[in-house]
Each structure stands twice: as C-alpha cells, then as structure tokens.
C-alpha cells in the first residue's frame, strides 16, 4: 500500500538557519503530496502542496518540490524562524480513494 | 477558505462513559469525512471514513462498535467512543475533503480517567 518515510526528528536549529526535512513515498498510483504543519495544542493546517510531477509548493517561504524520479517531496526553508517550531508532517493523498497517509512527523524547534 | 469546527477542544471522562465528538463543516458541503487518531509525538493513524447518508467505512484494527460514526447530514459528522477506558485517551482530528484538498478539525483531546 501507499506509505510515508520522513525523516526522524527531533530538529533543533538557531534562527536563520536552513532547514531541511527529507520525505520519500511509494504509492502504486500517481498520489498528491502534501505538507502540513501542526502547532502545540493545535489541529493540522496545510502548509503546501504538489499534484503531478515537478510541481513546487510554497508557502511562507516554505518549498518542497514534486520528484517522481526519486519519489521524493522533501521540505525546505532558507531562512528559519522561532514561529517555525512546529511538527511537520509529510502525507500524500491516493487519487482512488482520497484517504491520506502519513508521516511520521518531524518536530522542529527554533531557538533565538 | 473552507473550515470544519470540532467540539470539543478536549473532554476529560470517567471510564466506562461514552463521549461524543462533533466536527461541522462551516461553510460547504462535507460528502466525506476523515476521522484520525494520533497518540503522542506519534503521527494521524486514519480510523475510518464517513460519507454522508451511508455507513462509515473503518481500517483495520479499529473496532466499529467501540468508535461510532455517523455522518447524517452534509454539515456534521459525529464520533462516539463508547464505554471509554484510559487506553482510549488520544488527540481526536476530523478531516474533510475540499474542492482543493484537505481542511482539518481542530481536534479533541479526550483524556480518560
């Protein structure tokens, strides 16, 4: 079945710092990507997406790119922000069926 | 942008109650609804999906008669853990799909005691 491999956390960077988090999938059909982000406390808000092949999401200064050769979606930022610290979730989407499936969640920590 | 509501935020019960979470589509029409589990610094396990006016369908694993689903209306689909127990406290998120993909609950944590 469809499945989520994201890179292990936790994450503690400085301001300003790049960040990277690594997400590769397998999935039989032609699945959307997904990153979401949830805060302490809080339900999950969709951070950016990408559809088909090569598509970019971004947002918030956030970009992933759509790698069907390496099947791989994987987060960056170039410049982070204490505001950043959040657990990010790597997900993809089955066309067939629209069920989600998830990571495994990376949490991130900012320090200023 | 499209929003679903979910009460309540938490709910603390004694075990052997049952609790009733709502999630309500605030402005658009949920045909599908998503209800996920996640147990601490753990990732969203999908425990079943409901679609308006038919029966929920549940994964694997997930006991239909202990977590009960109904999705009535367009605008509101309901949980219920029945006869709750401690091994039940979790963080509760409903999810709907969207014209542009997915729009998430707030969610619920339930603790038992």
């Known amino acids: 079945g469809d499945s989520v491999t994201q890179m292990e956390g936790p994450v503690t960077l400085s301001e300003e710092a790049f960040l990277t988090i690594n997400c590769t999938y397998t999935a039989t059909g032609y699945p959307s990507l997904f990153w979401y982000v949830q805060y302490p406390g809080e339900g999950l808000q969709l951070l950016l997406k990408a559809t088909k092949a090569d598509d970019k999401g971004s947002n918030k200064g956030f970009e992933a790119t759509y790698r069907k050769e390496t099947t791989s979606f994987h987060l960056e930022k170039g410049s982070v922000q204490v505001s950043d610290s959040a657990v990010y979730f790597c997900a993809l989407s089955d066309r067939d069926d629209y069920k989600l499936s998830f990571g495994a969640g990376t949490t991130v920590t900012v320090r200023a | 942008g499209a929003v679903v509501s979910q009460h309540p935020s938490w709910v603390i019960c004694k075990s052997g109650t049952s609790v009733k979470i709502e999630c309500r589509s605030l402005?658009?029409?949920?045909?599908?609804m998503f209800w996920y589990r996640q147990f601490p610094k753990q990732s969203l396990m999908l425990m079943a999906t409901s679609n308006e006016g038919s029966k929920a369908t549940y994964e694997q694993g997930v006991e239909k008669d202990k977590f009960l689903i109904n999705h009535a209306s367009l605008t509101l689909s309901t949980l219920t853990v029945t006869s709750a127990h401690p091994e039940d406290s979790s963080f509760y998120i409903c999810?709907?799909?969207?014209?542009?993909?997915?729009?998430f609950g707030s969610g619920t944590r339930l603790t038992v005691v």
């Open positions: 999810s709907a799909r969207t014209g542009n993909g997915y729009t």
């Open positions: 402005d658009f029409q949920a045909t599908t």
